[in-house]
C-alpha cells in the first residue's frame, strides 16, 4: 500500500514548494517555483486553497479527481487527503495555495467560526469555479495577505492577516451562494434523484435493515459530500437535509397509518424507527396530532 506523506508544518509546505517561511502559521505559494515531482497523495495538516488558474489534472481528492477549470479554487481541511497515487508520471504545479495552520485563528472571531464555512469539507466535483471578475476580487485578498507577511511584523499584524483570510473566505460562501444558483439547473437534477432515492427507499427492505436514511447515506448515495448536498438541499428548498427527510417520512407515515391492519408501532418500525415513542414525537411536532389520534380522523 502506497505510503501518504504528512505535512503538518507551514514550513515543511514551504520547503516542498521552494519558497523562504515568512511567517510558521500561514503563507501564499506560488506553486510554479516547486520543482517537477511525481504524483503522490498527501495530507496537510492546516487549511489549504489551491487557486488554479489552468487546467492541469494534478489534484485529487480522497478517490475522485476534482472538477475544476481555469479560476477555480480547491479547499482542503486538516488531515484530508490529497494528490494522485504515484503512477511514474511527473507533472509541473501550478497556480497559487493559501495555507494556514489552525494555531493562527485560535482565540479569534474566524477561529472560533470556521467550521460555518462548510466548503472545506466538500469533495470530488465540488470546487469553487470563478468567473473573471471574482478571481481578481480573490487575487487581491491573497494580495493583502502577501503584503502584510512581507511587512515587518507589528503589533496588527495577526489582526490584519486573521482578517483579511475571513474577508476571503466570506466572499467564497458568497461566490458558491451565486454558483448554486448558476448551476440551478444541474442541482435540480440532483434535487430530484434525492425524491427519487426516498421514494425508494421505503419501498424497499432498508429501512428494517438501516433505519431512518441519513444525511450522509444520501449525500453517499448521489455521490456529494454530505456539507456540500446539505448546502445544496438549504438552498433548493429552504430547509435542511434533515428537515427534507423528516418531512418525506411522514407523508409516507400519513400513508401507512390508515392500514389499520398494522400497529402503529409495526409502522414506526417499517419507516425505520428504532423506537416507536420516536416516531410518536417526530409525528406529533410535524402535524400537531399524535399518530393515533390521526387515525382516529379517518
Known sequence: MENIIKV???????ALNNHETLHPLINIVDLSKADIRLNR????????VFLKEIK??????????????????????PGQVIGQEDNGEYYQPRGQALVFHP???RGTSLGRHIQ????????????????????KIITDCFEKIRYELEHAIDKHSKTLIVSNIELFL????????RQFITRDLAHK????????????????DKPTTIG??????????????????????KKETGKSAQEYIQSKVIDVAKEKIFDTSKSLSEIAYGLGFKYPQHFTRLFKQRVGYSPIEYRSLN
Open 170 to 177: 466570506n466572499y467564497c460562501q458568497r461566490f458558491y451562494d
Open 103 to 105: 494555531d493562527l485563528i
Open 189 to 204: 437534477g440532483v434535487l430530484q434523484k434525492f425524491e427519487n432515492l426516498l421514494d425508494s427507499y421505503w419501498t424497499s
Open 41 to 48: 497523495r498527501v495530507n496537510y495538516n492546516f487549511y489549504t
Open 212 to 233: 431512518l436514511p441519513s444525511v450522509g447515506y444520501c449525500a453517499d448515495q448521489l455521490n456529494l459530500s454530505a456539507n456540500y448536498f446539505g448546502d445544496l438541499i
Open 56 to 77: 492541469c489534472g494534478d489534484l485529487k481528492y480522497g478517490c475522485n479527481y476534482y472538477d475544476y477549470q481555469e479560476g477555480s479554487l480547491i479547499f482542503v481541511g
Open 116 to 135: 460555518d464555512y462548510t466548503f472545506f469539507s466538500y469533495d470530488v466535483h465540488e470546487a469553487l469555479h470563478l468567473s473573471e471578475s471574482e478571481r
Open 8 to 14: 503538518d508544518t507551514i514550513s515543511q509546505f514551504n
